[in-house]
């Protein structure tokens, strides 16, 4: 098992691929230092948000993500 | 199941509603746009939306509301987005369905980009967009 991170809209092209696996625990100071810097620098804007396990979090830096867990990094959208 | 059918399905539900309004969103075949692709992320979109059909029937007086957005490729001047409200009086709809695409814009989950001569150019909501949501506040 391990946590799966999903790049979603723009942020795909930015990380080059479409999600990445991780072992263990995944706290926003760890995810920072696991994606590229250039998607850490789009991460710390306050327009992109992080979900885990299907939950917008109020607070992305209290990301505290397990084994088994899905981390959807969400930035700005646009439908319709 | 075509747009017209749906919406047709939709109208047919609710026999005794006073009317029904309804918005057809669609590829614009404007500049040199050559396709549209949306995506979303399900585990938020589709609750996302769900949630949405339910303040649209709790902040008007509809009989039924409809909220249909597609995914994928899309080429000029084919449909992006179907929602329909049907009420007693025609306000009620006429309201709702612009409160559900100022929302699908600019507040719900998916992402669009757009492929011109040259490449993929990814969209962001604009002004006007975050202005007639906030409409609603």
């Known amino acids: 098992m391990s946590v799966r991170i999903l790049f979603l809209g723009p942020l795909r092209d930015l990380a ?14 760890r995810l920072l230092q696991t994606v590229s810097p250039q998607v850490a620098a789009q991460l710390r ?5 992080i979900a885990c396990e299907g939950r917008v979090l109020a607070d992305k830096t209290a990301l505290m993500a397990e084994d088994g867990d899905e981390v959807a990094l969400l ?6 | 199941m ?3 059918e749906a919406l ?3 109208n047919a539900s609710y026999p005794d509603a006073g009317g029904t309004a309804s918005f ?6 404007d500049d040199d746009v050559k396709a549209l692709e949306l995506t979303h992320y399900e585990p938020l979109t589709i609750p996302g939306m769900e949630e949405l059909a339910q303040a649209a029937s709790e902040k008007f007086a509809l009989a039924g509301v409809l909220a249909w957005h597609r995914v994928g490729v899309m080429t000029p001047g084919q449909p992006i987005v179907l929602v329909a409200a049907a009420a007693a009086h025609r306000r009620e709809a006429f309201d709702a369905v612009d409160f559900l695409m100022d929302h699908l814009k600019s507040a719900s989950w998916f992402w669009k980009r757009e492929r011109r001569d040259d490449g993929w150019h990814w969209i962001e909501p604009r002004d006007q967009d975050r202005r007639d949501l906030a409409r609603w506040k």
């Open chain 1, 16 to 29: 080059g691929q479409d999600d990445m696996l991780v072992e263990g625990t995944l706290d926003w100071d």
């Open chain 1, 45 to 49: 804007e306050e327009r992109v948000n």
């Open chain 1, 75 to 80: 930035p700005p959208v646009s439908g319709g």
């Open chain 2, 2 to 4: 075509s747009i017209g």
């Open chain 2, 8 to 10: 047709a399905a939709f």
């Open chain 2, 24 to 29: 057809i969103g669609k590829v614009r075949s």
